[in-house]
Nanobody
Framework: QVQLVESGGGSVQAGGSMRLSCAASGYTSSSACMGWFRQAPGKEREGVATIYKDGTTTYATSVKGRFTISKDNPKNTLYLQMNSLKPEDSAMYYC????????????????????WGKGTLVTISS
């Protein structure tokens, strides 16, 4: 089992920056693929970014060039650096992980994720 706890959410004005963190505990070797997903009220969940254990990353088109996913392996912590934030980035952000192969590590494979955090709320005001 892997436990994931997100932090770092809050409110910021458009154009600002924010960094989300996700602390993993438990059987962290099962976290071969980790990622960030978000869901805004009334909308479907969407993938934001993923990172595989070999460092391969994927990003949603809407955040490419603005968001950066990274992982500190000794600390078992996943990060999402978000810059140039827009009101449409407002959502609950979830950290997720699975132990599968790299071919299944991408933003559109949210249904493959085995472990999920409870989320952290990000609000961007215009």
């Amino acid at each position: 089992q892997v436990q994931l706890v997100e932090s770092g959410g809050g409110s910021v004005q458009a154009g600002g920056s924010m960094r989300l963190s996700c602390a993993a505990s438990g059987y962290t070797s099962s976290s071969a693929c980790m990622g960030w997903f978000r869901q805004a009220p009334g909308k479907e969940r969407e993938g934001v970014a993923t990172i595989y254990k070999d460092g391969t990353t994927t990003y949603a088109t809407s955040v490419k060039g603005r968001f950066t996913i990274s992982k500190d392996n000794p600390k078992n912590t996943l990060y999402l650096q978000m810059n140039s934030l827009k009101p449409e980035d407002s959502a609950m952000y979830y950290c997720a992980a699975h132990s599968g192969g790299g071919a299944w590590c991408a933003t559109y494979y949210d249904h493959v994720m085995m472990y999920w955090g409870k989320g952290t709320l990000v609000t961007i005001s215009s």
